[in-house]
Protein backbone atom coordinates (compact mmCIF):
# COMPACT_ATOMS: atom_id res chain seq x y z
CA UNK A 1 0.00 0.00 0.00
CA UNK A 2 1.04 3.37 -0.92
CA UNK A 3 -0.74 6.62 0.26
CA UNK A 4 0.11 9.93 -1.20
CA UNK A 5 -0.24 13.79 0.20
CA UNK A 6 -0.10 16.60 -2.26
CA UNK A 7 0.56 20.26 -1.26
CA UNK A 8 1.67 23.59 -2.84
CA UNK A 9 -1.51 24.32 -5.08
CA UNK A 10 -2.82 27.67 -4.78
CA UNK A 11 -3.58 31.01 -6.68
CA UNK A 12 -1.55 32.46 -9.22
CA UNK A 13 -0.92 34.81 -12.16
CA UNK A 14 -1.03 33.84 -15.20
CA UNK A 15 3.26 33.75 -16.24
CA UNK A 16 3.82 32.48 -12.74
CA UNK A 17 5.00 29.24 -11.24
CA UNK A 18 4.18 26.44 -8.62
CA UNK A 19 5.99 23.64 -7.20
CA UNK A 20 3.78 20.82 -6.39
CA UNK A 21 4.78 18.12 -3.76
CA UNK A 22 3.33 14.68 -2.77
CA UNK A 23 4.57 12.80 0.09
CA UNK A 24 4.47 9.19 0.08
CA UNK A 25 4.29 6.61 2.56
CA UNK A 26 5.56 2.97 2.06
CA UNK A 27 9.03 1.53 2.04
CA UNK A 28 9.30 0.63 -1.55
CA UNK A 29 8.28 4.17 -3.00
CA UNK A 30 11.29 3.98 -5.15
CA UNK A 31 9.77 0.90 -7.07
CA UNK A 32 6.74 2.90 -8.74
CA UNK A 33 6.60 5.26 -11.25
CA UNK A 34 5.60 8.47 -10.52
CA UNK A 35 2.93 10.13 -12.31
CA UNK A 36 1.02 13.78 -11.87
CA UNK A 37 -2.44 13.92 -13.75
CA UNK A 38 -5.04 17.25 -13.80
CA UNK A 39 -8.89 17.42 -13.77
CA UNK A 40 -10.07 20.74 -14.68
CA UNK A 41 -14.38 21.00 -14.50
CA UNK A 42 -16.29 19.20 -16.66
CA UNK A 43 -13.05 17.80 -18.33
CA UNK A 44 -11.66 14.37 -18.00
CA UNK A 45 -8.74 13.15 -15.95
CA UNK A 46 -5.17 13.87 -18.19
CA UNK A 47 -1.91 13.15 -18.19
CA UNK A 48 0.67 15.70 -17.23
CA UNK A 49 4.09 13.95 -16.53
CA UNK A 50 5.32 10.98 -15.20
CA UNK A 51 8.93 10.01 -13.95
CA UNK A 52 10.72 6.34 -13.65
CA UNK A 53 11.80 4.54 -10.45
CA UNK A 54 15.18 5.57 -10.30
CA UNK A 55 14.15 9.41 -11.60
CA UNK A 56 16.45 9.29 -14.81
CA UNK A 57 13.52 9.19 -17.26
CA UNK A 58 10.39 11.32 -17.78
CA UNK A 59 7.78 11.78 -19.69
CA UNK A 60 5.33 14.69 -20.52
CA UNK A 61 2.56 15.92 -22.16
CA UNK A 62 3.09 18.35 -24.92
CA UNK A 63 0.70 20.70 -23.58
CA UNK A 64 3.55 21.07 -20.29
CA UNK A 65 6.49 19.82 -22.59
CA UNK A 66 8.90 22.84 -21.61
CA UNK A 67 7.60 24.62 -18.78
CA UNK A 68 6.67 21.66 -16.41
CA UNK A 69 9.50 19.64 -15.15
CA UNK A 70 8.62 16.25 -12.97
CA UNK A 71 11.56 15.29 -10.20
CA UNK A 72 11.96 12.67 -7.39
CA UNK A 73 13.70 12.32 -4.09
CA UNK A 74 13.46 9.20 -3.08
CA UNK A 75 15.36 9.36 -0.12
CA UNK A 76 12.58 11.67 1.45
CA UNK A 77 9.81 9.54 -0.59
CA UNK A 78 8.48 12.63 -2.24
CA UNK A 79 8.12 13.44 -6.04
CA UNK A 80 7.77 17.41 -7.19
CA UNK A 81 6.41 18.71 -10.23
CA UNK A 82 7.76 22.41 -10.69
CA UNK A 83 5.08 24.28 -12.50
CA UNK A 84 6.46 27.63 -14.62
CA UNK A 85 5.08 30.01 -17.18
CA UNK A 86 1.58 28.95 -16.00
CA UNK A 87 -1.70 29.73 -18.07
CA UNK A 88 -5.13 29.90 -17.46
CA UNK A 89 -5.69 26.58 -18.70
CA UNK A 90 -3.64 25.13 -16.69
CA UNK A 91 -6.02 25.18 -13.97
CA UNK A 92 -7.43 22.34 -12.44
CA UNK A 93 -7.27 19.76 -9.72
CA UNK A 94 -3.66 17.98 -9.11
CA UNK A 95 -3.24 14.81 -8.51
CA UNK A 96 -0.30 12.92 -7.94
CA UNK A 97 0.07 9.02 -8.68
CA UNK A 98 2.12 5.47 -8.26
CA UNK A 99 2.00 2.39 -10.46
CA UNK A 100 3.82 -0.74 -9.95
CA UNK A 101 6.18 -1.74 -12.55
CA UNK A 102 8.68 0.28 -14.53
CA UNK A 103 6.76 1.45 -17.88
CA UNK A 104 5.17 4.81 -18.60
CA UNK A 105 1.31 5.29 -19.01
CA UNK A 106 -0.70 7.89 -19.84
CA UNK A 107 -3.78 6.28 -18.91
CA UNK A 108 -5.44 6.96 -15.53
CA UNK A 109 -6.67 3.47 -15.17
CA UNK A 110 -3.09 2.68 -15.02
CA UNK A 111 -2.01 3.33 -11.83
CA UNK A 112 -2.13 1.71 -8.65
CA UNK A 113 -2.95 5.17 -6.01
CA UNK A 114 -3.58 8.39 -5.88
CA UNK A 115 -3.50 11.33 -3.51
CA UNK A 116 -6.55 13.60 -2.50
CA UNK A 117 -5.72 16.15 -5.11
CA UNK A 118 -4.57 19.71 -4.74
CA UNK A 119 -6.14 22.64 -6.36
CA UNK A 120 -4.34 25.06 -8.90
CA UNK A 121 -6.14 28.20 -10.57
CA UNK A 122 -4.08 30.17 -12.63
CA UNK A 123 -5.79 33.86 -13.09
CA UNK A 124 -5.24 35.54 -16.25
Known amino acids: QVQLVESGGGLVQAGGSLRLSCAASGRTFSSYVMGWFRQAPGKEREFVAA????????YYADSVKDRFTISRDNAENTVYLQMNSLKPEDTAVYYC?????????????????WGQGTQVTVSS
Open 97 to 113: AARSGRYFYTSPEKYDY
Open 51 to 58: ISWSGGST
